[in-house]
T-cell receptor
Framework: AQKVTQAQTEISVVEKEDVTLDCVYETRDTTYYLFWYKQPPSGELVFLIRRNSFDEQNEISGRYSWNFQKSTSSFNFTITASQVVDSAVYFCALSEGDVSGTASKLTFGTGTRLQVTL | EPEVTQTPSHQVTQMGQEVILRCVPISNHLYFYWYRQILGQKVEFLVSFYNNEISEKSEIFDDQFSVERPDGSNFTLKIRSTKLEDSAMYFC??????????????FGAGSRLTVL
């Protein structure tokens, strides 16, 4: 069975600080996909990134970066120079899939609430 | 930017009543999903739908729940006889054909269901 653990329930930082959100996953599949979604106070789920299990390259998108390490089954998310607008709940999710990309359900972690203050 | 549209945004109902939550997925997407999030908890998978049939469902998705794609554009979730514990935010999502890997799901803004 697949499982996603986000041990940090809530993090508070002051604007401009860097913050890392941890995500550890469990799966028996060799092909799987990892995701991060953001849930702002308005409630919708906003896709941030998808990673497949064969691509361990770290990725940077503006102030966001992701560190995927298969050896530790982790897919951590760092926000550099945090801003108040980053305040949200962030969910890590896992999908087991085959190489054809057939849809498979997402298993979400419990989320990390990030509060960025001035 | 294509989006998934859900109605109603909030519905209050009495226990035992039937509720239908509606979703308009992205038009060229092939996979459709319902997830729910009880207040303050994680997002949980309910059901996936492909090629006009359920492809997978969770243990939460019991006989009280049903899904339908009646007209090729709408995707509905029906709860036949609501219980207090059905109070949650219900998210619809749709996904593409996954030709570039596991399909990225686009979620709607959610329908908040309150059962009294």
């Amino acid at each position: 069975a697949q499982k996603v653990t986000q041990a940090q329930t809530e993090i508070s930082v002051v604007e401009k600080e860097d913050v890392t959100l941890d995500c550890v996953y469990e799966t028996r599949d060799t092909t799987y996909y990892l995701f991060w979604y953001k849930q702002p106070p308005s409630g919708e789920l906003v896709f941030l990134i998808r990673r497949n299990s064969f691509d361990e390259q770290n990725e940077i998108s503006g102030r966001y970066s992701w560190n995927f390490q298969k050896s530790t089954s982790s897919f951590n998310f760092t926000i550099t120079a945090s801003q108040v607008v980053d305040s949200a709940v962030y969910f890590c999710a896992l999908s087991e899939g085959d190489v054809s990309g057939t849809a498979s359900k997402l298993t979400f972690g419990t989320g990390t609430r990030l509060q960025v203050t001035l | 930017e294509p989006e998934v549209t859900q109605t109603p945004s909030h519905q209050v109902t009495q226990m035992g009543q039937e509720v239908i939550l509606r979703c308009v997925p992205i038009s060229n997407h092939l996979y459709f999903y319902w997830y729910r999030q009880i207040l303050g908890q994680k997002v949980e998978f309910l059901v996936s739908f492909y090629n006009n049939e359920i492809s997978e469902k969770s243990e939460i998705f019991d006989d009280q729940f049903s899904v339908e794609r009646p007209d090729g554009s709408n995707f509905t979730l029906k709860i036949r006889s609501t219980k207090l514990e059905d109070s949650a935010m219900y998210f619809c999502a749709s996904g593409d054909d996954g030709s570039s890997g596991a399909n990225v799901l686009t979620f709607g803004a959610g329908s908040r269901l309150t059962v009294l």
